[in-house]
């Protein structure tokens, strides 16, 4: 963070060295300073390493250490360090094993291999080298180790890519270039003006004591130009903005990431879990009504509740039903619980429930929990008692005996139930759930009622009909089918041992009934986008689902609207690898949306978005991500994501909500418009500074002021108002502007000409306040300004200085009143800098309580090294009376009615309409968290719109505007009320 230009240190070593040998506690006092730095500077550099080298090692998280192998010298399994293990061996793996290399599956050893590779999400071909295996058991070959496995080509991919510099990293060090050349020019002319003053008689006649001197001089007049606080101030601002950001679920991991997001165009997203709640839940279902002949009637049904919570209720024709009245939902009730092997848990931690197993089944067992078939008396239970309460109840009726496990070519999976009290009317019977095209081809029957009808061919496309309206539709609802098999036969008489068997048990079924599931948006969601729009933001949607689910998800949160053609704005991953070079990267300009993707497209989209010279934020959460991640502008992992891919980023997400996210950008742009004030702020009082030397030295006074000083005023008086300008309140259409252009300069020709007329004013005002002393003060020794200027000529046989005591040139006084004046002026140029147009009628000190305070503190430590022995030895300074405060005041204030001029010209002619006054009769939309409530009429046919902004909730801002005609408003999109 930063620059190497504006680093102090080689101009404070070159003072340290050339300080004049007397033996005095100021000798001390630079060495002293410059050590600390260098300390603070050798921590941080250490710290920003050892973070460099986290996403490597967070790698080893995932490498087995050990592996099964078969090799000739043993006629059994062996057990060998994975890193001995080489192609071609043959590896065993069963449940709880670590896959120990790339492997290919060449056998499997159990009726299903369940292998859990979310860590390289999208893969699904080979077993990935550091994956679990979940269930079953299996042997392969080894087609890949070490650095050739999947993971081991992410780490390489992670150590080459490098980390590209943000937009205020790379306008510091072109500042900072700008800067160091302009003060190389400054310092020589300013030992070269002097040449002539080197054998003066203060020098000893030495030609080379003068050298050095004025050597000294144009090195302080260097410390002088550079804000050696912007650096701790920079990163403070930031630390503080992280803490805020930390509030709201987004945990900032690179400081100068914070700055970046201001400026984000483009932001790339996946869909589950982060656009989605990730938490499947039934929103509709149907069973038969009726059935007469070749045709049928439905009973549809709505459930409300979009998360894991078992609250919710079960509609039919809006209208709120019993479903212990509709013996098909109670037999639907009882597939749902039983061909089933997930459950809810509640976390007591973080208050709320969790799905124990796959989201599918959780789904259906938090369907069970709302439709409560056996009116279950509810009340009184606790909240973990509450999650498996009716499932509980269904499971006490039948014994699952044993399940026949899911497979790809049936797409079904079944349970065997046992009644818990068997009878002559109760039988065991097989139920069935899976993808309805396979389970209704397999059926015989339907269930209506109590009654078992034939399934006809009118009957099966009615069925079938509506499960596809469903499945295309707005919601691209899942659809499972639910079916039992009355009559099953006898377990003896199935061969378990084989999985091909076991469609053969899953006929001559009867279909129950119909149930569509989906991820559901999160309700903050769409007004999260819309805010994106406003702001000129592009969301990219980017997942692993189907293409038919992922536009339509676009269409319900607002990526694309309802009618949109979206031929030219979302491909699946294979069309977009079908493109050329020159269309893929077209296509990435005007995507919206790429389905069935896979990680390594993630890189290849930013590379695309780069190239158009956006800046991209990117979300992730596996292994395979993390290159991604590390390559865009802003990596964002998710909190449930990886370490490797938490490691990669720049900011995790606590919540993995989109909202977050926004809610990042706009406290990203609200931190870099502060920080544009105090950076601003910083430079006119070092330009300030940089004018007193170089005046001191062009026209011949006494140093005003030494280099200790200045390392006082940068490193800590100037840096305790420049972080207060960091708590600058945000304008409120922060975002209502299109994303600031990373290459727009930190300072403009105009800014410039306005702080250096500020910083001219600032150095001729410290050195007219040394000179004033010298001059015209009482009780000074009112020199004339001839002998003033030539003061190193000052001996007593020169009649240019007669009855003048030579000894009065080394006074603390008149580097007292330079340095007061330096630190007053300052402070009210930190007022100044509450706007950058706004007077400070219109942005009283008071809207920033913060710098106030910073403001008082300042000048209390410059008071301490006033008055409190021995600092004013240290700094070489004295106290001063109340008749010399009162002329550093009248010198000091005059800054202030300066800018508001330069800021009048600016408002009124030059920069019209920028940083305007907050509106007094026009709401806008702020941010995905502002709420707008419309309010009873206060007047007739005037409506009143009240703003709640969760920014200023701490200073409980209720604000009311009243509107003749709402369609006025600036920005009448805002958000939905929560």
């Keep these: 963070m930063i620059p190497k230009q504006l680093s102090p240190l080689k101009g404070e070593r070159v003072l340290a060295w050339f300080e004049e040998g007397e033996e005095t506690i100021t000798a001390f006092v630079e ?95 080979v077993n990935f080298k550091g994956t679990n295996i979940a269930a079953g058991k299996a042997m392969g070959v080894v087609i890949a180790t070490g650095v050739n496995t999947e993971i081991g080509k992410i780490r390489d991919e992670m150590v080459a890519t490098e980390q590209e510099r943000t937009p205020l990293q790379q306008k510091l060090d072109e500042f900072g270039e700008q800067l160091s050349k302009v003060i190389s020019l400054i310092c020589i002319a300013v030992w070269i003006i002097n040449i002539g003053h080197f054998n003066d008689p203060v020098h000893g006649g030495s030609w080379i004591r003068g050298a050095i001197y004025y050597f000294k001089i144009a090195v302080a007049l260097a410390v002088a130009a550079i804000p050696e606080g912007l650096p701790a101030v920079i990163t403070t601002c930031l630390a503080l903005g992280t803490r805020r950001m930390a509030k709201k679920n987004a945990i900032v991991r690179s400081l100068p990431s914070v700055e970046t997001l201001g400026c984000t165009s483009v932001i790339c997203s996946d869909k589950t879990g982060t656009l989605t709640t990730n938490q499947m839940s039934v929103c509709r ?130 349970v065997y139930c046992t009644p818990n009290k068997p009878s002559r009317t109760s039988m065991s019977k097989m139920f069935v759930k899976g993808a309805p095209e396979g389970v209704i081809d397999r059926c015989t029957h339907v269930r209506a009622g109590n009654a078992k009808i034939p399934l006809s061919s009118g ?3 009615k069925i079938m009909s509506v499960i596809r309206e469903w499945g295309t539709g707005r919601d691209t609802l899942r659809c499972l089918a639910l079916a039992t098999h009355d009559n099953p036969p006898r377990k003896e008489e199935m061969n378990l041992e084989d999985s091909s068997n076991f469609i053969n048990y ?26 994106c729009k406003q702001a000129g933001i592009r969301v990219i949607m980017i997942t692993g689902d189907n293409k038919g689910t992922a536009v339509a998800i676009c269409r319900r949160i607002g990526i694309f609207v309802e009618d949109e053609d979206v031929s030219t704005k979302a491909f699946t991953g294979r069309e977009f690898d079908e493109l050329s070079l020159a269309a893929q990267r077209d296509a990435c300009h005007h995507a919206r949306c790429f389905a069935r993707v896979e990680p390594s497209h993630k890189s290849k989209i930013v590379e695309f978005l780069q190239s158009f010279d956006e800046i991209t934020a990117m979300t992730g959460d596996g292994v395979n991500d993390a290159p991604a991640l590390k390559k865009a502008e802003i990596g964002i992992a998710m909190g449930s994501g990886t370490a490797v891919a938490k490691t990669a980023s720049e900011m995790v997400l606590a919540d993995d909500n989109f909202s977050t996210i926004v809610a ?90 306005r702080y250096l007329a500020i910083g001219c004013y600032v150095g001729a005002a410290t050195v007219g306040a040394a000179a004033w002393w010298f001059i015209a003060a009482d009780g000074g020794p009112r020199v004339t300004f001839y002998q003033l200027s030539h003061f190193l ?42 706007s950058e147009n706004q007077s400070l009628m219109r942005m009283p000190p008071w809207e920033n309580i913060w710098l106030v305070g910073a403001i008082c503190l300042s000048m209390s430590l410059h008071f301490l090294i006033l008055y409190v022995e021995p600092l004013p030895i240290i700094f070489q300074i004295t106290p001063l009376n109340v008749t010399q405060w009162l002329m ?28 305007s006054v907050r509106p007094a009769t026009k709401p806008c939309s702020l941010s995905a968290s502002a709420w707008f409530f419309l309010l009873p009429q206060t007047k007739e046919d005037e409506p009143s719109l009240c703003l709640l902004h969760p920014l200023h909730w701490p200073a409980c801002t209720q604000l009311h505007w009243a509107l003749s005609d709402p369609e006025t408003c600036t920005h009448p999109q805002a958000p939905s009320p929560p």
């Design 664 to 753: 990042a950008v706009e406290e990203g742009r609200a931190i870099y418009n502060n920080m544009k004030q105090f950076i601003r702020y910083l430079i006119s009082s070092n330009v300030g500074e940089v004018v007193c030397i170089f005046l001191t030295a062009a026209l011949g006074f006494p140093e005003a002021l030494i280099p200790v000083q200045l390392l006082w005023v940068n490193l800590v008086t100037d840096g305790l108002p420049a972080t207060a300008l960091g708590f600058n309140p945000p304008d409120l259409d922060i975002m209502n502007k299109p994303p600031r252009n990373p290459k727009e300069p930190l300072i403009s020709g105009w800014l410039f000409f």
């Design 506 to 531: 899953e006929t001559n079924l009867t279909f129950v009934g119909c149930v569509g599931m989906l991820d559901p948006p999160r309700i903050e969601v769409a007004s999260s986008i819309k805010l």
């Design 888 to 915: 550093v005041l009248k010198i000091s204030l005059p800054v202030i009615l300066l800018d508001e001029t330069l800021k009048y010209v600016a408002r009124n002619y030059l920069e019209p309409g920028k940083d």
């Design 31 to 125: 060495p002293f300073v410059i050590l600390l730095i260098l300390v603070a500077n050798a921590i941080v550099g250490v710290w920003q390493e050892r973070n460099a080298e986290n996403a490597i090692e967070a790698l080893k998280e995932y490498e087995p250490e050990m592996g099964k192998v078969y090799r000739q010298d043993r006629k059994s399994v062996q057990r060998i360090k994975a890193r001995d293990i080489v192609p071609g061996d043959i590896v065993e793996v069963a449940v709880g094993d670590k896959v120990p290399a790339d492997i290919r599956i060449t056998s499997i050893k159990s009726t299903t291999l369940r292998v859990d590779q979310s860590i390289l999400t999208g893969m699904s071909s």
């Design 459 to 461: 009957i099966k496309q």
């Design 793 to 834: 000529q000052c001996k007593e046989d020169n009649p240019d200085f007669s009855g003048v005591d030579c000894v009065v040139f080394e006074s603390p006084y008149p580097m007292t009143m330079a340095l007061s004046v330096l630190v007053t002026i300052e402070m009210c140029n930190a007022l100044n800098s509450l």
């Design 285 to 414: 279902m149907f069973i038969l009504d009726k059935v007469e002949g070749d045709s049928c009637s439905l009973n549809e049904f709505t459930v409300t509740g979009s998360t894991y919570a078992p609250m919710g209720e079960v509609h039919k024709d809006d209208k709120l039903i019993k479903c212990s009245q509709y013996d098909g939902l109670v037999e639907l009730a009882t597939i749902c619980a039983l061909c089933n092997d997930s459950s809810l848990d509640y976390n007591e931690a973080k208050g709320v429930y969790e799905k124990v197993g796959e989201a599918t089944e959780t789904a259906l067992t938090c369907l069970v929990e709302k439709m409560n078939v056996f009116d279950t008396d509810l009340k009184g239970l606790s909240r973990i008692e509450r999650a498996n309460a009716c499932n509980s109840v269904i499971k006490q009726l039948m014994k699952k005996e044993f399940t026949l496990e899911f497979s790809r070519d049936r797409k079904s999976m079944s």
